[in-house]
């Protein structure tokens, strides 16, 4: 399968592996059901099916799968704009990435039983998908991202609004983990030069994270898709100078080097994939070859756990990579968190 880039050992993201991911997002994205929704209905005229509740994301099975489904198209487009999805891809953002569609999705936050809906991990990947649109260096792109723009500018504030009174950090390997959230929001600060919400990020992984040590990493459960460990890792990679990481990696994982904890480096195992969350597993592995990889770059040039990671990334991708399509359940959201792994490469 040397074509798509997935054979046993080499992982790495080409055209074909590329289209390969881009046929996928784009059998689903617009796929309205089986959907489970993330919905407070106020009466019996909020029962209704979700392209009326979301018209843009409405797809992917879940609102948040949709966010990154299109977040995978984005990015594939700007990576390999002549791919034979391309076209396509444009057509999809040009009927959905319009103001008023977005103002529609906007109106669903405005309601008073919205106010926690996808927190934090929707909010975030809304971010990351708006960071990818901004990268587009061309008229539809440009056009796209300003569209979507008033719906990043809803969650930017619903992070202000929810970070100083978050007491405390979710751990969790699931879609609550704070960790996760501020990684991906990071990006978006990043990109659109919004130092007023970085430094709010950093204030906050400060208060959660700083003092983190001796990481037992009791992981994985059997629905995670997130390492808590290793993204919190990837947090604070993100949001602390290099030399600042690297003091607090080696405290939060001091014995990594020697390959302790043993769960962090061997893949999870995935007994039923027609089971959505049992599935997850094989999102913890892409997830796990992801923060590894982007760790391993940010450590010295002559640190041990280099190759030890290195490893690691390769045996998580070998039992992932090859299963991002087949079950539904699996396949509507895990090229995403592969394409997550193989754009550090």
Request: glycine content about 6%; proline content about 5%; overall charge neutral.
């Amino acid at each position: 399968m040397s074509s798509s880039g997935v054979e046993s050992g080499i992982h790495r993201l080409d055209a074909a592996l590329a289209q390969r991911f881009a046929t996928i997002a784009l059998g689903h994205v617009d796929r309205e059901y089986p959907h489970k929704l993330d919905h407070v209905l106020d009466g019996d005229g909020d029962a209704l099916p979700p392209r009326s509740l979301h018209p843009l994301f409405h797809g992917s099975f879940d609102w948040h799968s949709c966010v990154h489904g299109y977040w995978l198209l984005a990015t594939l487009l700007r990576l390999y704009p002549g791919i034979a999805a391309a076209d396509e891809i444009r057509r999809r953002f040009d009927a959905r990435f319009t103001t008023d569609i977005v103002a529609a999705e906007c109106a669903y936050l405005a309601r008073p039983s919205s106010r926690g809906f996808e927190r934090p991990y929707g909010w975030a990947w809304l971010l990351m998908l708006q960071a990818e649109l901004r990268r587009h260096d061309t008229e539809p792109g440009r056009r796209w991202a300003a569209a979507l723009q008033a719906l990043a500018d809803v969650f930017t504030q619903r992070f202000h609004n929810f970070l100083p009174k978050a007491t405390y950090p979710v751990r969790a390997g699931v879609h609550t983990n704070t960790a996760f959230a501020l990684a991906l929001a990071q990006e978006y600060a990043q990109q659109s030069s919004d130092s007023r919400l970085l430094a709010l990020l950093k204030s906050t992984a400060a208060r959660w994270y700083s003092a983190d040590a001796a990481c037992q990493a009791w992981e994985p459960s059997g629905d995670d898709f997130l390492s808590p460990a290793l993204i919190e890792a990837e947090c604070q990679r993100r949001l602390l100078p290099r030399s600042e990481f690297r003091q607090w990696f080696a405290r939060f994982l001091p014995r990594a080097a020697l390959g302790e904890p043993a769960s962090l480096f061997e893949p999870a195992t995935v007994s039923d994939r027609s089971d959505g969350k049992i599935a997850h597993l094989d999102g913890l592995n892409l997830s796990r070859a992801w923060c590894w990889r982007s760790i391993t770059g940010a450590l010295a040039a002559d640190d041990p756990l280099k190759s030890r990671a290195s490893t690691a990334v390769r045996a998580h991708l070998d039992a992932a990579l090859s299963e991002v399509a087949g079950d539904y359940m699996g396949e509507h959201w895990l090229a995403s968190f592969a394409l997550l792994a193989l754009r550090e490469s």
